[in-house]
């Protein structure tokens, strides 16, 4: 087997300056002598011990992404956890770190805590759909924790190093959706999506789009309160969902109102709607308007391509992982130094932009002028 001596020794270098490049000390070496050292490591083939290095002290260099997980339940099946998951690879990859995935259930919240110890992580990246039960718990996995898509105040009220949050303007382009539609004519909406679960991303949603329809209506007639359908994000949910209300829309009669525009909470839900109110015999988007929110390219591979607020995993990703590395010392572990805010000091709340992706799916409301 292949050693870190041997590495250093095709190299030419001391066996402490591989050690520096392995376990992304880079900044201590030149960048000659990088390229000498990473050249001899993929010459002989070696791969680093990560658990040797754990039990002598070292930082482990792994960055745990904890997501919400149930037994007999795919994990990680939704558009958007996948892409944030390989988005999260790559930035931490980028900055020297391994990502490690771990599934946390609500009926067992102490198992992860026990699995994030065992391999001494570095730092927690914590998803939105992570059981409530197990905020608190994650304060015993002595590493800090960077919430995506995630508020959690019991967390922080149970003592939990929390560097920070990453969120999107969940509000802000859901506002958007609602004053887009009001100012179409619409006056009956829906939003579909997880409602009743506690998420603060699909509340925020919600709340925006009620916002808007009513600054979008403003001095243009009365606007209904939003229709609220549950639904998951999957495309199955989605067609359930868009055939129900497409068969209300067909079946009403001329002097009847129905739902006119639809804002789901996702781009692959979104797309089931479309399909449920066609299966329905419904029109998009002569008869119902449909705004997704998530911006995934094959959405635009739709007939017609899906309007859409659209958000950068990418960039969610590289900031929940800058988060983490910004507070590691010349070891990699986090030296327990938030980071602060613009109130003050405390946890980071980041909130990254949302664009308005223009497609085929939105239009005037029946009878509205154009």
Partial sequence: MTTLRDVAALAGVSAMTVSNVVNG??????????ERVRGAIETLG???NAQARTLAG???????????????????????????????????RRAGYSLML???HSDRPDEVVDRLRAWRVCGVICLGTVPPPVHPRLTRAEAPVVLVDSYSPQMVAAGGEVLGSVNIDDAGG????GERLARLGHRRVAFIGPVGLGSPVVEARLNGLKD?????????GAVDAPEVIGAEVNFASGVRAGTELGGRVTAAGSGERSVTGVLASGD?????VVAGLRRAGARVPEDVSVVGFDGFEVSTYCD????AVAQSVDDKAAQAVALVSATGDDAGRPNGSGTGNADGPGPARVVLPVVWREGGTLGPAPGADS
């Fill in 25 to 34: 000390r880079e900044h201590k070496v030149s960048p000659a002598t990088r």
């Fill in 46 to 48: 070696y791969v680093p």
């Fill in 58 to 92: 070292s930082s482990s260099r792994i960055i745990a992404l904890v997501y919400g997980a149930g037994d007999g339940l795919p994990a990680l099946t939704a558009s958007h956890e996948s892409a944030f998951v390989g988005a999260c690879e790559c930035a931490a």
């Fill in 102 to 104: 771990c599934g946390a």
């Fill in 174 to 177: 859901a506002r958007r959706v």
């Fill in 212 to 220: 808007g329809l009513l600054s979008g209506a403003a001095g243009g």
């Fill in 268 to 272: 692959v839900l979104a797309m089931g």
């Fill in 304 to 307: 017609p391509p899906l309007t």
